[in-house]
């Protein structure tokens, strides 16, 4: 009953935003109608599902994870996001990353049988945070190398970003067994293999993406590359050196090379982090790709003051590299302190990372 009146009031105030002018207001509506679209989905875990419909669903550890296969289920596919659910808006909300389920649910799912992709065996790597390159390594890759030793022969569902793409095919998974999905789709599949949590990353399986991923990479010619490099961090990105153009003189003075890892292929910018003995980067997801150094090397990370996130570090220890983190000076603009952010430009110690690399 509850969920046929918030389907009401969504549908009440959609009327509305059609007579009224105002765009501002009309925005308003739109984000009550989503709310009250959210209420009318019901999350639920795996476990509770199971026991809600008196289910026997097969289950086994992965790693350091739990997989479940449900099966019948649909996925419904956002620009940013996916959302796994029976044919009664039930989501499972193993398929929220956060595990904030009821606050994404701003969309709304639409099942039109004739539309519908069916699918025997299948697992979804399009969740939340899951177009990024550093979420999708951690999060997904670890999964996808676990599965693979597991006998899983079914399809994966990922966003069809090209680096996603490139990074599935790298780790050895061939092309007829990905669906790159897109906003809009709805798959129904048979056997959905889901993850427990995707933000658990199994670090030694992130050792065994690592050898695999290498080991399908030619590295015959890596004497070309640099020994000393410097990745550039550039618009359309947040969190950017605002005063590059020094550090780039500084660092050319100690013979690094600059590359800006857009321009480059997954493959290219691997060989890159692979040839170096140090490394000099600022924070962001190409810091993912210190994953690929060797024993022995160095890598340097340049935080702003407001947004400090050493994410590699189980990875670094891992490789048995060194690490430094360059953090700038607090409020070097004079700004209240409530005006920073975490996608806040910055500027780098220059001297501190002259004194950095000198010592080195």
């Not at 996925?75 to 499972?92: G, Q, R, T």
């Not at 992709?117 to 969740?127: E, N, P």
């Not at 292929?265 to 060797?294: C, W």
Request: aromatic content about 12%; glycine content about 4%; overall charge negative.
């Amino acid at each position: 009953m509850n969920k046929v009146y918030y389907l009401f009031l969504a549908e009440l105030v959609k009327v509305l935003m059609c007579i009224i002018p105002s765009k501002s207001l009309r925005t308003m509506l739109r984000n009550i109608k989503n709310n009250f679209m959210a209420n009318t989905y019901n999350f639920i875990g795996v476990d509770d599902y199971a026991n809600k419909k008196n289910l026997s669903i097969e289950q086994y550890s992965l790693g350091n994870n739990r997989v479940s296969i449900v099966n019948d289920f649909y996925v419904s596919v956002f620009e940013d996001l996916s959302y796994i659910h029976d044919e009664n808006n039930n989501i499972l909300e193993e398929c929220a990353s956060l595990k904030n389920s009821k606050i994404l649910a701003k969309k709304t799912i639409h099942i039109k049988p004739n539309e519908v992709t069916m699918l025997d065996k299948a697992v979804v790597f399009a969740l939340e945070t899951e177009h990024n390159y550093w979420h999708f390594t951690f999060h997904c890759l670890d999964k996808v190398i676990n599965l693979e030793e597991s006998g899983f022969e079914g399809k994966y569902l990922i966003f069809d970003d090209s680096y996603l793409k490139e990074l599935i095919k790298l780790i050895g998974i061939s092309s007829d067994r990905v669906i790159p999905v897109h906003r809009n789709e709805v798959y129904k599949v048979s056997n959905l293999y889901v993850v427990d949590d995707y933000f658990k990353t199994d670090y030694s399986a992130l050792q065994k993406v690592k050898s695999k991923i290498l080991s399908n990479i030619d590295l015959s010619d890596i004497e070309k590359y640099p020994k000393k490099l410097f990745v550039r961090r550039i618009k359309p990105y947040k969190r950017i050196i605002k005063n590059e153009s020094e550090v780039i003189e500084l660092l050319s003075k100690y013979g690094f090379d600059m590359i800006f890892p857009d321009d480059y292929s997954v493959e290219e910018q691997i060989k890159y982090f692979y040839a170096a003995d140090i490394i000099v980067a600022p924070h962001g997801a190409n810091s993912t790709n210190a994953l690929y150094m060797r024993e022995n090397t160095r890598f340097i990370e340049c935080f702003g003051f407001y947004y400090l996130t050493p994410c590699m570090l189980d990875v670094i220890k891992d490789n048995k590299m060194t690490y430094n983190m360059l953090v700038s000076d607090g409020n070097d603009e004079g700004k209240p302190v409530k005006v920073f952010g975490r996608h806040e430009d910055y500027v780098v110690n220059i001297t501190l990372l002259e004194d950095t690399i000198y010592n080195l």
